[in-house]
């Protein structure tokens, strides 16, 4: 919380920031998302991931 990482997106998380921030990935830069820990099935495995949650960050929303 609070800290500047990097996020390599896979199709799943790419998909959810369009929704909120549209399908141009350079408007994306400097926005704020939520991400979460949570699980998914990869070739019959249950594997740890990380995933944006849907819908934008309340202090991004108040913001506009």
Same mark, same amino acid.
């Given at each position: 919380? &609070? =800290?500047?990482?990097?996020?390599?997106?896979?199709?799943?998380?790419?998909?959810?920031?369009?929704?909120?921030? &549209?399908?141009?990935?350079?408007?994306?830069?400097? =926005?704020?998302?939520?991400?979460?820990?949570?699980?998914?099935?990869? &070739? &019959?495995?249950? =594997?740890?991931?990380?995933?944006?949650?849907?819908?934008?960050? =309340?202090?991004?929303?108040?913001?506009?």
């Amino acid at each position: 919380k &609070g =800290k500047t990482k990097k996020l390599a997106l896979n199709k799943t998380n790419g998909k959810t920031i369009a929704t909120m921030y &549209g399908n141009q990935c350079e408007d994306w830069v400097g =926005k704020r998302i939520t991400m979460f820990p949570t699980t998914t099935d990869v &070739g &019959g495995e249950t =594997k740890e991931c990380i995933r944006v949650r849907p819908g934008i960050p =309340k202090a991004e929303a108040e913001s506009k």
